[in-house]
C-alpha cells in the first residue's frame, strides 16, 4: 500500500489544527485547562502550529493516577495542548491505517467495540453449534502480556516509517514514543503494582491514556493479525486490543496454532503470550472482552454485574447529596440499560428499577 506524503503541512495545517482542538474539546468545555485554551484559541493553536512546523515541540508533563478495574493500570493524563497535537496527528493517519486493519480487529474503531466482537463471535459459534462434528472445534482464547507496557519502541518506529518515511513525521512520532523524562514500560515479569518508578523502562512501553497510544496499539498488533489471517489462513480470528479468539478445527490443531502464535509474538513483536492464554471447547461458554459469549446468546461476567451495581449506588449517592445532575446519573443509567438490552440480563434491569431511585437530601444550608 502506497505510504502516506505531505504529512508536515497536512498536519500542522490550521484547519486541521481546529478541529483536532473540537474534537480534543468535546464533552470537557467546562474543564478549567479547556477554558484556558480556548480564551485565547487563535494564538494556542498558532504557537502550537509554530512548534511543529520548526521542530520545537516537546511534549508536556504527564498527570499519572491509578484506575483498579477491571485491573490496576497506570494511567497517563496529558494537558489539553498536547491532546490536541494528537487529535491532529490522529485526524490525518487513521482514514489511513484503519483501511489497512482486518474487519475482525476491534479495539478504537469506528463502528466497532467490545459489543461487537462478542457479538462476531457469538455468531461464529452458533455456525459452528449446527454443524454434525460440532464438537471437533477449539478455541484458542488469548492474551498478551502486559501488552502496554511491553511494546518496543524500535518496532513502533518501523511501523510508523511503513506509513510515512519523510524524516518530519517520524520525528514527531519519535517525540512522543520515546520519552526521555517518563519511562512507560515494565521489566518483563513484573506488575504495575510491584514496580517502582526507577525500574520503569524507556526503551518499552507506551502511555495508556494517550490517543496515539491507542492507534499505536492496533498498528503494532496489525502485523500478528496479517499474519493470523494470511499465514495461518484462520478465517474466525477476532481481536480486541490485547485480546484475541479463535476458532479452529481439532484439539492438536489448535496447540499447533498456538504455539505458532506464541513464537511470532516473542520473535516478530517481542510479546509474550498471558499465562491466562488457553483453549477451550466451542461447544462451551467462553468468556470474551467482558462477556460470556456462547451459540445462545451473551451474558454479562460477574465481575461485570458487581461493577454496575456498585456504580450506580455511587452515582446515586451522589445525586442524593446533590453533587451531581439527573441528567448525569441518567445518561449512565441509559448506557446500562443498552447494555443489558443487547444480552441475557434481564435480572439486571429488574435490580436496577428496584434499588435504583433518586431521591434528593434535604439541600444543606448555603450559610452554613
Same mark, same amino acid.
Given at each position: 500500500?502506497?505510504?502516506?506524503?505531505?504529512?508536515?503541512?497536512?498536519?500542522?495545517?490550521?484547519?486541521?489544527?481546529?478541529?483536532?482542538?473540537?474534537?480534543?474539546?468535546?464533552?470537557?468545555?467546562?474543564?478549567?485547562?479547556?477554558?484556558?485554551?480556548?480564551?485565547?484559541?487563535?494564538?494556542?493553536?498558532?504557537?502550537? !502550529?509554530?512548534?511543529?512546523?520548526?521542530?520545537?515541540?516537546?511534549?508536556?508533563?504527564?498527570?499519572?493516577? =491509578?484506575?483498579?478495574?477491571?485491573?490496576?493500570?497506570?494511567?497517563?493524563?496529558?494537558?489539553?495542548?498536547?491532546?490536541?497535537?494528537?487529535?491532529?496527528?490522529?485526524? !490525518?493517519?487513521?482514514?489511513?491505517?484503519?483501511?489497512?486493519?482486518?474487519?475482525?480487529?476491534?479495539? #478504537?474503531?469506528?463502528?466497532?467495540?467490545?459489543?461487537?466482537?462478542?457479538?462476531?463471535?457469538?455468531?461464529?459459534?452458533?455456525?459452528?453449534?449446527?454443524?454434525?462434528?460440532?464438537?471437533?472445534?477449539?478455541?484458542?482464547?488469548?492474551?498478551?502480556? /502486559?501488552?502496554?507496557?511491553?511494546?518496543?519502541?524500535?518496532?513502533?518506529?518501523?511501523?510508523?516509517?511503513?506509513? #510515512?518515511?519523510?524524516? @518530519?513525521?517520524?520525528?514527531?512520532?519519535?517525540?512522543?514514543?520515546?520519552?526521555?523524562?517518563?519511562?512507560?514500560?515494565?521489566?518483563?515479569?513484573?506488575?504495575?503494582?510491584? #514496580?517502582?518508578?526507577?525500574?520503569?523502562? =524507556?526503551?518499552?512501553?507506551?502511555?495508556?491514556?494517550?490517543?496515539?497510544? !491507542?492507534?499505536?496499539?492496533?498498528?503494532?498488533?496489525?502485523?500478528?493479525? !496479517?499474519?493470523?489471517?494470511?499465514?495461518?489462513?484462520?478465517?474466525?480470528?477476532?481481536?480486541?486490543?490485547?485480546?484475541?479468539?479463535? *476458532?479452529?478445527?481439532?484439539?492438536?490443531?489448535?496447540?499447533?496454532?498456538?504455539?505458532?502464535?506464541?513464537?511470532?509474538?516473542?520473535? /516478530?513483536?517481542?510479546?509474550?503470550?498471558?499465562?491466562?492464554?488457553?483453549?477451550?471447547?466451542?461447544?462451551?461458554?467462553?468468556?470474551?472482552?467482558?462477556?460470556?459469549?456462547?451459540?445462545?446468546?451473551?451474558?454479562?461476567?460477574?465481575?461485570?454485574?458487581?461493577?454496575?451495581?456498585?456504580?450506580?449506588?455511587?452515582?446515586?449517592?451522589?445525586?442524593?447529596? @446533590? *453533587?451531581?445532575?439527573?441528567?448525569?446519573?441518567?445518561?449512565?443509567?441509559?448506557?446500562?440499560?443498552?447494555?443489558?438490552?443487547?444480552?441475557?440480563?434481564?435480572?439486571?434491569?429488574? @435490580?436496577?428499577?428496584?434499588?435504583?431511585?433518586?431521591?434528593? /437530601?434535604?439541600?444543606?444550608?448555603?450559610?452554613?
Amino acid at each position: 500500500m502506497e505510504k502516506l506524503h505531505n504529512l508536515k503541512e497536512r498536519i500542522c495545517s490550521y484547519d486541521n489544527l481546529f478541529e483536532a482542538y473540537i474534537s480534543a474539546a468535546k464533552g470537557k468545555g467546562d474543564r478549567a485547562e479547556v477554558v484556558r485554551f480556548s480564551f485565547d484559541l487563535e494564538e494556542n493553536l498558532s504557537q502550537i !502550529q509554530k512548534e511543529l512546523m520548526d521542530g520545537t515541540y516537546k511534549v508536556g508533563p504527564y498527570r499519572e493516577f =491509578y484506575v483498579r478495574y477491571p485491573k490496576p493500570r497506570l494511567v497517563m493524563a496529558l494537558g489539553f495542548r498536547d491532546r490536541v497535537v494528537q487529535w491532529a496527528i490522529y485526524r !490525518q493517519i487513521d482514514p489511513y491505517v484503519d483501511k489497512r486493519f482486518i474487519t475482525h480487529s476491534y479495539g #478504537c474503531r469506528k463502528e466497532k467495540g467490545t459489543l461487537a466482537a462478542a457479538q462476531q463471535l457469538m455468531e461464529w459459534l452458533r455456525i459452528i453449534s449446527r454443524k454434525p462434528d460440532a464438537k471437533d472445534y477449539w478455541i484458542i482464547k488469548g492474551d498478551i502480556s /502486559k501488552y502496554f507496557y511491553r511494546v518496543d519502541h524500535e518496532i513502533v518506529m518501523d511501523c510508523y516509517r511503513e506509513i #510515512c518515511d519523510e524524516d @518530519w513525521f517520524l520525528w514527531l512520532m519519535d517525540t512522543i514514543i520515546n520519552n526521555p523524562d517518563v519511562p512507560f514500560g515494565l521489566p518483563e515479569g513484573m506488575g504495575i503494582d510491584d #514496580c517502582p518508578r526507577d525500574k520503569r523502562l =524507556y526503551s518499552v512501553g507506551q502511555p495508556i491514556g494517550n490517543l496515539t497510544s !491507542q492507534e499505536t496499539a492496533n498498528i503494532y498488533l496489525d502485523r500478528f493479525d !496479517q499474519w493470523c489471517k494470511h499465514t495461518l489462513r484462520l478465517n474466525k480470528y477476532a481481536r480486541y486490543m490485547d485480546d484475541f479468539q479463535a *476458532i479452529v478445527k481439532g484439539r492438536e490443531n489448535a496447540e499447533r496454532i498456538m504455539r505458532e502464535m506464541t513464537n511470532f509474538l516473542r520473535d /516478530k513483536l517481542k510479546l509474550n503470550m498471558s499465562a491466562k492464554a488457553r483453549i477451550v471447547r466451542a461447544d462451551r461458554p467462553v468468556e470474551f472482552v467482558g462477556f460470556i459469549v456462547s451459540p445462545h446468546g451473551l451474558r454479562l461476567r460477574k465481575k461485570t454485574v458487581y461493577h454496575v451495581k456498585r456504580s450506580l449506588k455511587h452515582l446515586k449517592n451522589l445525586y442524593a447529596d @446533590w *453533587i451531581i445532575s439527573f441528567d448525569r446519573v441518567k445518561e449512565s443509567i441509559i448506557c446500562y440499560y443498552g447494555m443489558c438490552k443487547r444480552c441475557n440480563a434481564r435480572y439486571l434491569e429488574t @435490580w436496577i428499577e428496584e434499588n435504583i431511585i433518586l431521591q434528593r /437530601k434535604e439541600k444543606p444550608d448555603e450559610d452554613d
